[in-house]
């Protein structure tokens, strides 16, 4: 079945160093990715996409690597701030989906002082 | 700054009950979308809704149903509502031209049934 997962549930940074979190998809038939942020207590907040046949993006202070061969996409964080502190979760739009998304289920980043 | 608004921030209902979630959007937006947040799960979008009075189904409508009757409050109702509808519902909006990925969304509206 089609999936979009994460690598790994929480991840802690010192404040200042840079973030990665991860995403794998496995539905080769996915035309744009995206990356939401959810703070404690809100709605998702669309960052960032990509579109796949590109394989980076950069934005203010993050950017997205995708690596078609193994359906791995990432979102880095430059120089992470307590701000930063949400869950973050990826998405894919298969093309000709529609407005149907597939979500992962997030990565809890925690910023320490 | 677009506002996505939703009536409750925390509901408890019971079975069986018909219930009912609003949301309002303040920027005219075209698209709205309802969807539930489970643990594990991911985001999963019930029913959208791209202009006034139309709907569609989205991955899991089942024991829900919608009503736009005017463009910026898009409803979602419970029609009798179970224990594993339990959840955290979010509405989100998007305006025509731009990608229906990126939603506003709205804080969220914790549901329980008991």
């Known amino acids: 079945g089609e999936s979009v997962g994460l690598h790994l549930p929480t991840l802690s940074v010192q404040e200042g160093d840079n973030s990665i979190i991860n995403c794998a998809y496995s539905?080769?038939?996915?035309?744009?990715f995206i990356w939401y942020k959810q703070e404690s207590g809100k709605g998702p907040q669309f960052i960032i996409d990509?579109?796949?046949?590109?394989d980076k993006r950069q934005g203010q202070r993050v950017t997205v690597l995708l690596n078609k061969t193994v359906k791995h996409l990432s979102l880095q964080i430059a120089a992470t701030q307590p701000g930063d502190s949400a869950v973050y979760f990826c998405?894919?739009?298969?093309?000709?989906?529609?407005?149907?998304?597939?979500f992962g289920t997030g990565t809890q980043l925690k910023v320490e002082l | 700054d677009v506002k996505v608004t939703q009536s409750s921030r925390y509901l408890v209902k019971r079975t069986g009950e018909k219930v009912f979630l609003e949301c309002v959007q303040d920027?005219?937006?075209?698209?709205m979308f309802w969807y539930r947040q489970d643990p594990g799960l991911g985001l999963r979008l019930i029913y959208f809704?791209?202009?006034?009075?139309?709907?569609e189904k989205g991955d899991i409508p089942e024991g829900y149903s919608v009503s736009r009757e005017k463009k910026e409050r898009f409803s979602l109702i419970l029609e009798s509502a179970s224990t594993n509808q339990t959840s955290m519902y979010l509405c989100?909006?998007?305006?025509?031209?731009?990608?229906?990925?990126?939603?506003?969304f709205g804080p969220g509206t914790r549901l329980t049934v008991t």
């Open positions: 989100a909006s998007t305006p025509a031209g731009r990608a229906y990925y990126e939603q506003y």
């Open positions: 920027m005219d937006h075209e698209n």
């Open positions: 809704s791209y202009d006034v009075k139309m709907k």
């Open positions: 539905n080769s038939a996915s035309d744009y």
């Open positions: 990509i579109r796949s046949n590109m």
């Open positions: 998405a894919e739009k298969l093309t000709g989906g529609g407005n149907k998304l597939t």
